[in-house]
């Protein structure tokens, strides 16, 4: 039995969280024995900790493990996270997300773990924080790089970005979409948020990285050209209220849904006529392959993984980011264009099964036994 410990910053619910509880979980259980350690986590994913239980799958919480940059804590966090690894005795420690990623990897190397392998879930070196703090991270990264066996990206596009900034060497890097379970999503009963007029509408947690603000701004244009659009942001975050006063300062306010957290997220994008999502940063957008599945129409930005989720253009619009005039003239064109709609609609419902949670898990495995078996040569 090979023993694979994975560490992540925290659970809470986004694309990180449930790629690596799909990783923990539907790994093959007579190969692999996974356990997993995270950081302090406020809002974990429904369920997460039935379906741990029912692997019989351990979750060690490391409380100083957190994503802020606290020096005396963070040293906390590693002498915890080192505690961890030395009583797993784990043959892989896979990391997740950036400060688990670092530390993490920091760990497993000062305990001798013979393999590491990191996933970044995208990067945080543009959007999130300061030049100086980005600059720093970039440092951290090709330093930790140096002890990765393989880096996981989610897109190829992905990985051309880490190795533009020097992080890496191109042999170690390998692309694993980050999987979608699909089994109940394309048979979701749609929920319509309103039923007077066309259902625009995103999913996302509600911070500056996801561009709520710029699809907001294009609101009053979209009801300019099709006066009976509703918008619905599904999700919750630290920007609702500054989203629903930038909502009331346009005066659209009466026409912007917040729903708060949903968990029937299949359901409600079932229910929207053209999907968005205007994010400013993003490693793959796991909600895209959702709305795929279900045959939806999409307007995203064209940014990180994207445009090779949608085939450069062929299974939705790609516009700038930060740029709510051409959000606004991609949603109206699907509006007025129902057949164009329903063809992206149908590709993306082609490609979806390929970013399935079975293929992800199926590669990942392979991934593993690829180290091993280059280990053992070595």
């Not at 942001?233 to 009331?248: H, K, P, S």
Request: net charge positive.
């Amino acid at each position: 039995m090979i023993r694979v410990l994975h560490i992540i910053t925290r659970l809470d619910v986004g694309g990180s969280s449930e790629n690596t509880i799909l990783s923990v979980t539907r790994m093959p259980s007579e190969e692999f024995a996974c356990g997993l350690v995270s950081g302090r986590t406020t809002e974990p994913p429904p369920g997460i900790t039935r379906s741990l239980a029912e692997r019989n799958i351990q979750w060690a919480v490391v409380p100083a493990l957190r994503r802020e940059i606290h020096p005396l804590r963070d040293l906390c966090a590693l002498k915890a996270l080192r505690r961890q690894v030395r009583e797993g005795q784990p043959k892989i420690v896979h990391t997740h997300t950036s400060k688990a990623g670092f530390l993490g990897r920091l760990a497993a190397r000062l305990e001798y773990v013979p393999h590491i392998i990191h996933t970044p879930h995208g990067h945080v070196f543009g959007g999130y924080f300061s030049p100086a703090a980005s600059r720093l991270f970039i440092g951290l990264e090709r330093l930790a790089a140096r002890w990765t066996d393989r880096i996981v990206t989610l897109t190829d596009a992905e990985a051309a970005q880490h190795l533009a900034l020097g992080i890496g060497r191109p042999e170690q890097f390998i692309t694993i979409a980050s999987g979608v379970d699909l089994d109940d999503i394309a048979s979701a009963a749609p929920v319509r948020l309103t039923p007077h007029g066309p259902v625009i509408g995103t999913v996302g947690r509600l911070t500056s990285i996801k561009g709520h603000q710029h699809l907001i701004d294009a609101v009053p244009e979209i009801l300019r050209r099709c006066p009976a659009a509703n918008v619905a942001l599904v999700g919750d975050g630290e920007l609702r209220q500054a989203l629903t006063e930038r909502a009331r300062r346009l005066d659209v306010n009466s026409r912007v849904i917040f729903t708060g957290y949903r968990e029937d997220i299949p359901a409600l994008i079932a229910g929207m006529d053209v999907f968005v999502l205007p994010s400013l940063n993003e490693g793959m957008g796991r909600v895209l392959v959702m709305a795929m599945a279900l045959g939806k129409p999409i307007v995203a930005s064209r940014v990180g993984g994207v445009p090779e989720l949608l085939g450069q253009g062929e299974a939705g619009l790609l516009v700038p980011p930060a740029d709510p005039r051409a959000l606004a003239d991609a949603i109206c064109t699907l509006l007025a264009d129902p057949v164009r709609a329903k063809t992206l609609g149908e590709v993306g419902r082609r490609r979806a099964p390929a970013y399935s949670a079975d293929a992800m898990v199926q590669a990942l495995a392979r991934l593993y036994r690829e180290v091993l078996s280059d280990g053992q040569k070595a």
